[in-house]
């Protein structure tokens, strides 16, 4: 059965191709557009704080706009580039996808998928706005603020009245910045967060796609913290930037990505408003492709489903999507052995808890979420270098990973992972580019495997994940 409109791995790479961004489907063709993006950088900057509290006005893009200020038509980059409202509005590429959030409710998609929900005109519909617009109420509005901006800089940046005036000049400094409330974004913790909030869901208004909406047209909701990051890139991380703020690190962004992931989902499944659905629960938050998928019941019938050594779970039932508990258990053991154990056992306990009952399954979500958020600051923490990119793809492929890959979006997540920690490899300087277009073959060939969900065999791409991750560690 399709699902959505976009079969692929991801519902961006859908979009980018029919904005012309990429010639056809392909992943792996963000590899050179990620290296022409990224600078060199395997340094540590400052991570694991909060994002300053979300009290102030908000501005409006048009604040930002001025041509002396984010407006120009090119960037300069003495600083800043100042041209980041042209990349935010850049109509063909993934760097405009933000300005445009709000008109894709008045698209013909968005018309029918609140037309279907019985919502009204999607352009005003909360349960919408809370993630295609800057969604804030009037009295934090300024004169100059619209919400048919989308996901306006303030999104992201925070609301501006605090510092708009005094933060490009000195005696301004990131940290008093940081301090009159512009979010840090370069920790890994706080941005995840913040893109979290609309590429997963989270329990503010109109800030959760909900399977009805999924059934109803709106498309699979897919992330990767490192991934998407580098597609919306509309800033150099050049000398000065790394010297405000420290060197961003892939590896890192990742890992933590990964933790927040997991901290999130299981955040919002405890929760009775975002776990259920009447007697049912949410299915937003279980393997889409185990329930949809054809019945094979004759005499010869195969069952089309594995057992999963991760997720002790009555037989016949849906699953709970692991994609980011998976990636999390592998990067624990890689990274951060002394949780690993720990992390494993919440999460076989969670699954497990799915046959049990619905008190119990929030109960060990909020326990599984605990072990998360405590990874996630270890990631955050823990500095970077020599063989972490190695090791950590060697894991995602070991034989105490592998066999948990047995439905689609796990596996979805897994390539994504491999090539993210190839190109951290490259931009790192641990191997060269020319190295890593030769295994080029290998990671399409995993991708291949997960090219469709109709046509996912779990076999089949177990053994291209080995082979991928065999010849980038034969780089080592
Ligand atoms: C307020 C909600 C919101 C927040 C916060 C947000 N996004 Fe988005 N993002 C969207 C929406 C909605 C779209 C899809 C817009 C469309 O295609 O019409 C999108 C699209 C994107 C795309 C383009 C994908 C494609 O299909 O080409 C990228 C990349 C992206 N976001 C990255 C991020 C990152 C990284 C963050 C955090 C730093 C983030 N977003 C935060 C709502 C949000
Ligand atoms: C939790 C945040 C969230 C909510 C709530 C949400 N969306 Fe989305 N929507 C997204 C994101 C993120 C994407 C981009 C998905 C991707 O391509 O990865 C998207 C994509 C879309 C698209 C496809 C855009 C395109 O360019 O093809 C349409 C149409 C859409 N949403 C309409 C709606 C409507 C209508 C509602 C309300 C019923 C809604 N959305 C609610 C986050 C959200
Ligand atoms: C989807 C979230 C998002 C949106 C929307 C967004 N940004 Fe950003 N922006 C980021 C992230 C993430 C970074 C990188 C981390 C950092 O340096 O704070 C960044 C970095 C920047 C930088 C570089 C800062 C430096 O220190 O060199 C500038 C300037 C900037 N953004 C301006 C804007 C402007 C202007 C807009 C609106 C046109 C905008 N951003 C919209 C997420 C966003
Ligand atoms: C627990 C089972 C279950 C899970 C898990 C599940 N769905 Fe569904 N889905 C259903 C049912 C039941 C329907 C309604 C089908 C009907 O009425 O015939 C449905 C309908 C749909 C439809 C409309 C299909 C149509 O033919 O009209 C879409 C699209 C969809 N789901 C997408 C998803 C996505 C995306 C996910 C994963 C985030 C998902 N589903 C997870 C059971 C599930």
Request: aromatic share 8%; charged share 15%.
């Amino acid at each position: 059965m399709p699902i959505g409109e976009g079969n692929d791995v991801t519902g961006f790479a859908v979009k980018a191709r029919k904005a012309g961004f990429l010639p056809s489907w392909s992943l792996p063709m963000l590899l050179p557009m990620m290296l022409a993006v990224y600078l060199l950088a395997d340094n540590i900057g400052p991570a694991g704080a909060q994002a300053a509290s979300n009290s102030g006005r908000y501005e409006g893009v048009a604040t930002c706009a001025g041509s002396t200020c984010h407006g120009r038509a090119e960037g300069n980059g003495e600083v800043v580039r100042q041209d980041e409202i042209a990349s935010w509005q850049e109509p063909s590429s993934s760097t405009g996808a933000h300005s445009r959030a709000y008109a894709a409710l008045a698209s013909p998609r968005g018309k029918k998928i609140a037309g279907n929900l019985g919502l009204g005109p999607a352009t005003s519909a909360p349960a919408c706005l809370g993630c295609h617009a800057t969604y804030v109420s009037p009295a934090n509005q300024g004169p100059r603020f619209l919400t048919s901006d989308g996901v306006g800089c303030e999104t992201c940046h925070g609301p501006a009245s605090g510092w708009i005036a005094s933060h490009y000049a000195a005696p301004a400094t990131h940290a008093s910045n940081v301090a009159s409330g512009l979010v840090p974004l370069e920790r890994p913790q706080v941005s995840a967060k913040i893109c979290l909030d609309c590429h997963f869901g989270s329990s503010e208004t109109g800030q959760f796609v909900s399977h009805s909406m999924m059934a109803a047209g709106h498309p699979r909701v897919a992330f990767e913290l490192d991934l998407f990051t580098a597609l919306q890139q509309h800033y150099d991380v050049d000398a000065d930037y790394v010297a405000r703020k420290g060197a961003p690190n892939s590896v890192r962004m990742w890992a933590v990505g990964q933790a927040e992931a997991v901290r999130r989902s299981t955040d919002l499944f405890a929760q009775e408003k975002f776990g259920t659905v009447g007697v049912f629960p949410e299915y937003y938050f279980y393997d889409c492709h185990s329930c949809h998928r054809a019945i094979q019941d004759g005499p010869q019938a195969n069952r089309t489903f594995e057992t999963n050594p991760g997720r002790p779970i009555p037989f016949g039932l849906a699953p709970y999507n692991d994609e980011n508990i998976i990636m999390l258990s592998a990067v624990s053991r890689a990274l951060v052995p002394g949780r690993a154990a720990a992390f494993d056992a919440a999460s076989k306990d969670f699954h497990r808890a799915m046959g049990q009952g619905r008190a119990q399954a929030a109960a060990a979500a909020q326990k599984l979420r605990g072990e998360a958020a405590a990874l996630s600051g270890a990631l955050a923490q823990r500095s970077y270098g020599g063989d972490d990119a190695f090791t950590v793809v060697s894991t995602i492929a070991d034989t105490v990973t592998a066999p948990r890959f047995t439905d689609y979006a796990g596996s979805a997540q897994a390539v994504m992972a491999v090539d993210t920690l190839l190109n951290a490899m490259v931009r790192e300087g641990r191997i060269t580019v020319g190295a890593a277009a030769g295994i080029r073959a290998n990671i399409n060939r995993a991708y291949a495997a997960v090219s469709t969900p109709e046509n996912y065999r779990p076999a089949q791409f177990r053994s291209s994940l080995g082979q991928a991750a065999n010849a980038i560690g034969a780089l080592r």
